[in-house]
Antibody
Framework: EVQLLESGGGLVQPGGSLRLSCAASGFTFSNHDMSWVRQAPGKGLEWVSGISYSGETIYYADSVKGRFTLSRDNSKSTLYLQMNSLRAEDTAIYYC????????????WGQGTLVTVSS | QYVLTQPPSASGTPGQRVTISCSGSSSNIGSNYVYWYQQLPGTAPKLVIYRNNQRPSGVPDRFSGSKSGTSASLAISGLRSEDEADYYCAAWDDSLTGVFGTGTKVTVL
């Protein structure tokens, strides 16, 4: 059974940093692309970033480019999202997804972790 | 930012057919596959249609998808109370970003 378990969310002040982690199990992590999708309270879904299975190719939404860094450790089956210079508009539930790179195909989702940016 | 446009709401009585539209452009829907997600209240989204019109295993055949040009549609036939949810379309954009639709709330009357 595919499981994606996010952690690292919480309350942070504007301008602060957080690192989200996503521990994957139930599939061969190193063979699959991964992505993060977020959802602001009461709003729709927004693609944040995606990474190829090898980690060699990474894409970011314009809204986070230069502030967020996506990475993966295939030896630990873990995906990371380093978030710097956080803004109020980054407040959202962040979902880790198993995905097909460069597509809108997110076939498995974690339960999400809430990031709140507020003073 | 939302690049794909959906109607904010749709509704029907049990047993009816409901259709949700998703409008994009030549750089996303026009040149890439479309995917559809169902989000029940308080839960993570779930894939219900992939590659325009394919259903993952376990998704009822009441759900169907289609695409024409720069638009796509999700149809739910034989509407049931458990279909009441938010639905989102998604695609890849040639600007190297993923894009989602604005979302449609389906209400079963």
């Amino acid at each position: 059974e595919v499981q994606l378990l996010e952690s690292g969310g919480g309350l942070v002040q504007p301008g602060g940093s957080l690192r989200l982690s996503c521990a994957a199990s139930g599939f061969t992590f190193s063979n699959h692309d991964m992505s993060w999708v977020r959802q602001a309270p009461g709003k729709g879904l927004e693609w944040v970033s995606g990474i190829s299975y090898s980690g060699e190719t990474i894409y970011y939404a314009d809204s986070v480019k230069g502030r967020f860094t996506l990475s993966r450790d295939n030896s630990k089956s873990t995906l990371y999202l380093q978030m710097n210079s956080l803004r109020a508009e980054d407040t959202a539930i962040y979902y880790c997804t198993k995905s097909q790179f460069t597509s809108g195909w997110f076939d498995y989702w974690g339960q999400g972790t809430l990031v709140t940016v507020s003073s | 930012q939302y690049v794909l446009t959906q109607p904010p709401s749709a509704s029907g009585t049990p047993g009816q057919r409901v259709t949700i539209s998703c409008s994009g452009s030549s750089s996303n829907i026009g040149s890439n596959y479309v995917y559809w997600y169902q989000q029940l209240p308080g839960t993570a989204p779930k894939l219900v249609i992939y590659r325009n019109n394919q259903r993952p295993s376990g998704v009822p055949d009441r759900f169907s998808g289609s695409k024409s040009g720069t638009s796509a549609s999700l149809a739910i036939s034989g509407l049931r109370s458990e279909d009441e949810a938010d639905y989102y379309c998604a695609a890849w954009d040639d600007s190297l970003t993923g894009v989602f639709g604005t979302g449609t709330k389906v209400t079963v009357l």
